[in-house]
């Protein structure tokens, strides 16, 4: 890059690549830089630029908690302040095997969050991320007057008891 005019240079990059070394049919007989391309002189030009191959998401599996207390509060749990959806509220999510059936999920959930009263519910919902394809699924959860939590909770997740309208948190 001449060190008197880079912006010159940048902007001519961009005009050969807008204009003449194009991904499709480029013009290498009136290309300015053919003498010294390899990818000219060994006519294969059309194989670039190479594009990365598509990596199928991940299929990944969640039991996705609604769990309320004895006074009808809702737990949420906010997700790390790094990587996917950081520092985002959510309910709790536990993650199961591909092919986990109910039992199994109650189970995983059980695990985390102690003996809490389960209800699968018919929800079932697929979020597409780039590289990540999350299948969740929705239980119901209630934590009776003298539940005790199995795992310490906090973790790497914060969590807390929201309190619902007055409304919603009736069904217990
Ligand atoms: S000669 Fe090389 S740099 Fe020029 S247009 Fe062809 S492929 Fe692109």
């Known amino acids: ?10 902007q001519g990059l ?10 499709k049919q480029p013009k290498c007989e009136s290309c300015p830089l053919n003498s010294r391309c390899m990818a000219y002189e060994e006519g294969v030009q059309s194989e670039y630029p190479v594009k990365k191959k598509k990596t199928a998401p991940k299929p990944v599996h ?10 009808g509060r809702l737990l949420i749990e906010k997700r ?17 095997k591909e092919r986990s059936g109910p039992k ?4 995983a959930i059980r695990e985390e969050y102690g003996a809490v009263h389960l209800v699968q519910t018919p929800f079932h ?8 394809t999350w299948h969740l699924s929705l239980y119901e959860g209630w934590a009776g007057e003298n539940h005790s939590w199995k795992k310490e909770m906090g973790r790497s997740f914060r ?11 009736k069904s217990h």
């Open 62 to 71: 969640y039991a996705v908690l609604a769990l309320k207390d004895d006074k």
């Open 14 to 23: 961009m005009e050969l690549g807008a204009l003449v070394c194009r991904p």
């Open 125 to 132: 919902y697929k979020h597409q991320f780039s590289h990540l």
């Open 159 to 169: 969590t807390g008891w929201f309190s619902l309208p007055s409304s919603s948190s």
């Open 80 to 96: 790390p302040d790094k990587g996917l959806l950081a520092g985002l509220w959510q309910l709790p999510m536990v993650m199961l």
């Open 104 to 107: 199994q999920a109650e189970k």
């Open 1 to 10: 890059m001449p060190e008197d005019d880079p912006s010159g240079f940048n």
